[in-house]
């Protein structure tokens, strides 16, 4: 008997530990498949390379590597030396320094991902202290193949209170020609030019253009803010500036010195960006140029990182703060530069840049997402986090369109195209019909595929034909262009159903068929210009509707003062 409650006791242990299991992974299961969960594990998962698990694991081992622009063992040298001419000379030297005499700043790893017009090196240095690891810094640099490349340095404190300074070395041009510094009128950035010694040694923290040489040998540099931010996950960064952060430009020798000093404990991250040139970096006498230079901003409204342009978290996005920041998955400012690609070697740079950043940046599904949940969307329509917003994929896939056209690189068409699938797709699954059979697509998705269908908004509707057209005149793929007809002709049929009493068109259509809100002062009207040009250069005649309703809008636009 005795014998055989030996056996029975362990089979009933793990019948009734087996439903335990069952649940346990089932909660996990369901965690991971939440997409705000999702979201925020892809975006905070850490790099699984041999240096920064180094450096993960808190030690302080230093790893060997090469310059690559010398080829020489870099593992007694904290930084990095640039030939961005490739004539054989180092143009810019990158030093790491920490002011406090019981830190050491130690290389760690180094990544490097080649693109047809740019190499992204992703370099890792170890921050001690006591032999442990106290923090990392990391220079992130998008080389051109042209004699300049944009640079990323982010600081994290993992123990206690971390300071770095990096040094920008620009070699052999210790005269500043000319600088321009930042400053904010309101929420508007311009830039005024100041005297090269009044500026020296002195602490700044908005963006900089400094312009530096000699007779024989002249660089450009754009040198950002320093920025401490926290990480409130989906994409959205707190960001705050201190007194105790910022850049002094100094002259050592025959070189001018850009003294970058960055701080960080482990409650928030340090980060800055600029960039490095042989060439000038904006045409300041071309008007044009410089005023989408203040629109794109580049220092405290909008701001470049590494993975896209960062702007204000909306009022309703979850997280968020007053002062946060969060991806957005709208490339305006790739679209803007290439208007002005001629305009300074920035411009190409960012185009570039942007390029890839924004290519690399479609999801599985097919789509960029916004990240942070919209508590309208959510309220309203059961949307939420890493939602797909038909205007920001159109403005997009816009952007790539247009540097393709310029840079013809296949890999970027090749993620183009399968954004245009999905759209495709979207278009035809997920559309709705309103009395005289007309057809609408919603604005938003959620990741899921389970919200209720949302309102479509005549500006997403019209800016997703504009796409479709533009990529068939680019490719001729003739069942896309059929699409765009499609909407073409259902803009036609509901044209007198957009405009209001007064001239205005409504901002939406809803799917029982209600017209409601008010429009954007002039962004739609703008939509229908460019759809008007891009239906003729298709060989169509423009429909009377989408005449009907530009003209409209711009009737009201010039009643209410916003076009002359």
Not at 225 to 237: A, E, H, Q
Not at 510 to 527: A, E, Q, R
């Amino acid at each position: 008997m005795k014998k055989a409650a030996y056996f029975i006791l362990p089979i009933i242990i793990i019948v009734f530990l087996i439903p335990v299991f069952v649940a346990t992974y089932k909660l996990k299961t369901e965690k991971d498949a939440d997409p705000a969960n999702r979201y925020q594990q892809a975006e905070n998962a850490p790099d699984q390379s041999g240096g920064e698990n180094d450096i993960l694991n808190g030690e302080c081992v230093q790893h060997s590597g090469s310059n690559p622009d010398t080829d020489k063992d870099d593992t007694d040298l904290c930084g990095i030396d640039l030939d961005l001419d490739k004539d054989g000379l180092t143009d810019y030297s990158i030093r790491l320094n920490s002011v406090d005499e019981n830190l050491s700043v130690i290389p760690a790893d180094k990544k490097v991902k080649t693109y047809r017009f740019m190499t992204m090196e992703n370099y890792i240095f170890a921050v001690c202290r006591d032999k442990k690891v106290a923090g990392r810094f990391e220079i992130i640099l998008h080389r051109m193949n042209s004699d300049s490349c944009i640079y990323f340095f982010n600081l994290e404190s993992f123990d206690g209170e971390t300071s770095v300074d990096a040094e920008i070395l620009a070699l052999g041009t210790e005269n500043i020609i000319s600088l321009k510094k930042a400053f904010y009128e309101g929420t508007q950035i311009a830039y005024s030019t100041l005297d090269g010694l009044q500026a020296k040694n002195v602490l700044h923290n908005t963006s900089s253009f400094i312009h530096c040489g000699d007779d024989y040998k002249e660089n450009y540099l754009k040198v950002g803010g320093v920025t401490r931010f926290k990480d409130l996950g989906s994409t959205v960064y707190d960001m705050t500036r201190s007194d105790k952060d910022g850049y002094m430009i100094q002259t050592r020798g025959n070189d001018t010195v850009v003294l970058i000093r960055m701080h960080s404990t482990p409650d928030f991250k340090s980060r800055t960006d600029g960039a490095l040139s042989r060439a000038q970096l904006v045409d300041w006498s071309d008007g044009n140029a410089v005023s989408i230079l203040h629109a794109l901003d580049l220092d405290r409204v909008k701001m470049l990182f590494s993975n896209g342009i960062y702007v204000k978290t909306p009022s309703n996005y979850v997280p968020g703060t007053q002062q946060s920041l969060y991806r957005t998955a709208s490339a305006l400012h790739l679209r803007e530069c290439m208007k002005v690609q001629e305009s300074g070697q920035l411009f190409r740079n960012l185009a570039v840049s942007l390029m890839y950043i924004y290519s690399e940046a479609y999801s599985m599904e097919g789509y960029i997402p916004t990240y942070p949940k919209s508590l309208w969307l959510y309220e309203d329509y059961g949307i939420g986090y890493g939602f797909y917003d038909t205007r920001f994929n159109s403005d997009t896939a816009w952007s790539l369109l247009a540097a393709y056209e310029v840079y013809k690189d296949e890999a970027v068409m090749g993620k183009i195209k399968r954004y245009i699938n999905f759209y495709m797709y979207y278009s035809k699954a997920f559309a709705f019909k309103t009395k005289g059979n007309t057809f609408f697509v919603p604005d938003y998705l959620d990741a899921e595929r389970n919200n209720k269908t949302t309102l479509c908004s005549l500006n997403h509707l019209v800016s997703e034909m504009n796409v479709l057209y533009k990529y068939y005149l680019i490719t001729g793929d003739a069942e896309v262009l059929e699409r765009a007809h499609v909407i073409r002709d259902s803009v036609n049929a509901s044209a007198r159903e957009w405009v209001k009493k007064d001239g205005d068109l409504w901002y939406a259509v809803t799917p029982s068929g209600d017209y409601i809100k008010d429009d954007y002062p002039l962004l739609t009207y703008h939509d229908l210009q460019t759809a008007a040009d891009l239906i003729q250069q298709a060989g169509e005649k423009v429909p009377g509707g989408i005449k009907f309703l530009a003209e409209s809008k711009r009737k009201w636009a010039v009643r209410k003062g916003y076009l002359k």
